[in-house]
T-cell receptor, first 113, second 113 residues
């Protein structure tokens, strides 16, 4: 596609529910990244995928968070048993390879009530 | 912990003036990038400078990198109201962290018409 697409753009969920966030990267980009940004803060790294290599999961804050990337394209970030501190904007980005600039999606604003 | 630290945290200038933002980092890097963010959603990649480069230009943007001081600066010349945004530096390390960017907290730039 022309850009990185994320869905939904906004998600309100009740505490304790599971949520799935979707990212559709630019076609042909081998690297895909997930970050989150709390209000007025910088970006916090969560996970990244590069080609067929094992993902770098070092930024996932707890085992409630997981992500997968199917067929080297679409990625889904899953948060189980959501907590209020999970409220943030979740940003996905892709790049042609590692060591290049990222193209970001518009993000998913997650609000846990 | 954050790798990049931007300075100042906020900058307010008049249209036509130049804006300079600084970024300092702690560990060795492979590249350093600058991004712009409007309205708290997706970031836009502005410029990438590699560790063996000292200066780079793109339109009204000028980026310098001093690896001996572990610092970078972003200069926006002849600023416009449309430049109002948050600006983030992001560092890319080498080794096993290659590809993953670490973002600073950002500088909020306000350009008054």
């Amino acid at each position: 596609g022309a850009g990185v697409s994320q869905s939904p753009s906004n998600k309100v969920t009740e505490k304790g529910k599971d949520v799935e966030l979707r990212c559709d990267p630019i076609s042909g980009h081998t690297a895909l990244y997930w970050y989150r940004q709390s209000l007025g803060q910088g970006l916090e790294f969560l996970i990244y995928f590069q080609g067929n290599s094992a993902p770098d999961k070092s930024g996932l804050p707890s085992d409630r968070f997981s992500a997968e990337r199917t067929g080297g394209s679409v990625s889904t970030l899953t948060i189980q048993r959501t907590q209020q501190e999970d409220s943030a904007v979740y940003l996905c980005a892709s790049s042609p390879d590692t060591g290049y600039g990222y193209t970001f999606g518009s993000g998913t604003r997650l609000t846990v009530v | 912990s954050q790798q990049g630290e931007e300075d100042p945290q906020a900058l307010s200038i008049q249209e036509g003036e130049n804006a300079t933002m600084n970024c300092s980092y702690k560990t060795s890097i492979n590249n350093l990038q600058w991004y712009r963010q409007n309205s708290g959603r997706g970031l836009v990649h502005l410029i990438l400078i590699r560790s063996n480069e000292r200066e780079k230009h793109s339109g009204r943007l000028r980026v310098t990198l001093d690896t001996s001081k572990k610092s970078s600066s972003l200069l926006i010349t002849a600023s416009r109201a449309a430049d109002t945004a948050s600006y983030f530096c992001a560092t890319g390390a080498g080794g096993t962290s290659y590809g993953k960017l670490t973002f600073g907290q950002g500088t909020i730039l306000t350009v008054h018409p």
